[in-house]
């Protein structure tokens, strides 16, 4: 129903900052949930950031709070997952994801629609 396109990864330094993009097709963007996940090598996919429907509401995993932003335009039909003071621990490979709720959701579970995927490496 919904098409999640995700960009905006590489490499930086520690300390650094990048800013990740998510860019939704079909459907209708303001009916979803969303949130960003990452996933380091024999791991298992990880939630980091969460915003609801409506953009009023956001949730964060305790490893990236204050460093963190999860924001949503709904009149672009895409979100965003702003990352200051980036650490060495943060590199992962980064989803997003989408469901039709309103409210924010932790677990991968809860998610239906995933985009496939960037690399952020944060080099020490």
């Known amino acids: 129903q919904v098409q999640l396109v995700e960009s905006g990864g590489g490499l930086v330094q520690a300390g650094g900052s990048l800013r990740l993009s998510c860019a939704a097709s079909g459907g209708t963007f303001s009916s979803y949930a969303l949130g960003w996940f990452r996933q380091a090598p024999g791991k298992e996919r990880d939630f980091v950031a969460a915003i609801s429907s409506r953009g009023e509401s956001t949730d964060y995993a305790d490893s990236v709070k204050g460093r963190f932003t999860i924001s949503r335009d709904n009149a672009k039909n895409t979100f965003y997952l702003q990352m200051n003071s980036l650490k060495p621990e943060d590199t992962a490979v980064y989803y997003c994801?989408?469901?039709?709720?309103?409210?924010?959701?932790?677990?991968?579970?809860?998610?239906?629609?995933w985009g496939q995927g960037t690399q952020v490496t944060v080099s020490s």
């Open positions: 994801a989408a469901v039709i709720r309103i409210t924010f959701a932790r677990a991968v579970n809860s998610y239906n629609y």
